[in-house]
């Protein structure tokens, strides 16, 4: 489907541009912070109560009108698509047997959430790198981001908050939160200019600044709506001297200072999974929300919190 966008103060049509349906998950990090949860399990599958955190990404692209998602994956990593795929001798166990048809469901229909594709980025050489392997995947056609460990629970799906943005302005878009000073430090920190509601215009990133660098609150988070101009981009992005990566960030630099870029301040609680902070409050809320166990967890969580007081 095509979208039409007008300017009120022209009154026609200034860009024809096509419905985002395409995005791409990078899981092929290494999972440092995790080890050594994540040895043989993908940080990517590790559980938010009864579902891999990945699915809560592939969940939250179908519902943000994605039909085709690339995972990026690397050695060790099949059991994401074991995840994705029917499995024929589970399900059989399951169908039509009393009491467990809702798991077959639950099973089932994880297989038809999306068209799923995957590619290996065969060296770990950061989310940039990654993002290049998805080239001829996107064939030009602008299309989502959606970092692997990051969780973003919201009833408005966030990349569907991006999508909207980069439909209405035309330009490229990065999910920003406000964090602590503290936090900045180990992100970025963003120049930003009110827009329109959420969305403002962003001018300048600088990745992990220092105290007299931090410029906002903003950083980025997890999420972005980027086009087929961010490739030469990163191609032409050296690797970083600190971590020898391929940094996304120092790409999306580049389109701020060309007034090409807006920051969406998305709503929704975003957790960390490659954290195992980030990790156990994922659980926690989710759980506390869960239709089977959220009243008796809940119960827990009052004794709990009375007996550490
Ligand atoms: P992170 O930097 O948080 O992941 O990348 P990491 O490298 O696994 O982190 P450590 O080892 O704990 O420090 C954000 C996302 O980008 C993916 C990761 O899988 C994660 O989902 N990623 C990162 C790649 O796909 N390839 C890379 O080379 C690096």
């Known amino acids: ?102 798991y077959y469901e639950a099973v089932r229909s994880v297989a038809d959430l999306a068209n799923i594709y995957y590619i290996r980025q065969k060296e770990t050489k950061g989310l940039g790198h990654a993002i290049l392997a998805a080239e001829a995947f996107m064939a030009g056609e602008p299309f989502a981001v959606l970092y692997g460990d990051d969780i973003i629970i919201s009833e408005d799906p966030v990349t569907a908050q991006l999508c909207r943005a980069f439909e209405k302005f035309g330009k490229m878009a990065v999910g920003v939160n406000e964090c602590s000073r503290e936090a900045i430090k180990k992100y970025c920190s963003l120049d930003v200019t009110p827009l329109e509601g959420r969305v403002m215009n962003c001018h300048k990133i600088i990745e992990k600044p220092t105290e007299s660098e931090i410029m906002s609150l903003y950083a980025i988070l997890g999420r972005n709506v980027l086009t087929s101009e961010i490739f030469d981009l990163i191609r032409a992005t050296p690797v970083s001297e600190k971590g020898g990566e391929v940094y996304l960030t120092d790409a999306l630099s580049n389109l701020a200072e060309h007034d090409k870029l807006t920051a969406v301040d998305f709503t929704g609680n975003r957790y960390d999974m490659g954290d195992k902070l980030g990790i156990m409050q994922a659980n926690c809320e989710v759980a506390l929300n869960h239709p089977e166990i959220g009243t008796d967890f809940k119960d827990y969580i009052i004794k709990l919190a009375e007996s550490v007081k």
Do not use: W
Request: proline share 4%.
């Open 1 to 102: 489907m095509r979208l039409f966008l007008y300017l009120a103060c022209f009154g026609k049509v200034v860009i024809n541009m096509k419905k985002i349906t395409k995005a791409v998950i990078p899981a092929a990090g290494l999972g440092t912070r995790v080890l050594p949860a994540s040895k043989a399990v993908p940080k990517e599958m590790l559980n938010i109560v009864d579902k891999p955190a990945i699915q809560y990404l592939v969940e939250e692209a179908a519902a943000s009108g994605i039909t085709d998602i690339l995972i990026i994956t690397n050695r060790g990593k099949g059991i994401i698509e074991d995840h994705f795929d029917y499995a024929f001798e589970l399900e059989t166990g399951l169908k039509g047997k009393a009491g467990k048809e809702k």
